[in-house]
């Protein structure tokens, strides 16, 4: 089992910054891939970024490149996203998820969740 909780959401106007951070405990955190979904009122769970367990893959979704930045401390066991030039099209709870298997840019692929955060960004 791995456990995540997720920190770091709150109320920002557009053109604002947030960090989020995820703590995992259990398992060893560098074995999985880590990625980040958020999902908004009415709307699917979409992945938002992905980490793999080195580092050394990295994915955006098109809406938030060049604006949000995914990193992990394998030390610390967090992952961590970095949210710039905030939209109010980026409201949503955002979950950090832990996984290993090739469907990745799904929520098939991820095995352990967080219990979310909320962002919500004033126009």
């Known amino acids: 089992q791995v456990q995540l909780v997720e920190s770091g959401g709150g109320l920002v106007q557009a053109g604002g910054s947030l960090r989020l951070s995820c703590a995992a405990s259990?398992?060893?955190?560098?074995?999985?891939?880590m990625g980040w979904f958020r999902q908004a009122p009415g709307k699917e769970r979409d992945i938002v970024a992905r980490i793999s367990r080195s580092g050394s893959s990295i994915y955006y979704t098109n809406s938030v490149k060049g604006r949000f930045t995914i990193s992990r401390d394998n030390a610390k066991n967090t992952v961590y996203l970095q949210m710039n030039s905030l939209k109010p099209e980026d409201t949503a709870v955002y979950y950090c998820?832990?996984?290993?298997?090739?469907?990745?840019?799904?929520?098939?692929?991820?095995?352990?969740w967080g219990q979310g955060t909320q962002v919500t960004v004033s126009s």
């Open positions: 259990g398992r060893t955190f560098s074995n999985y891939d």
């Open positions: 998820a832990a996984g290993q298997a090739m469907d990745w840019r799904t929520k098939r692929g991820y095995d352990y």
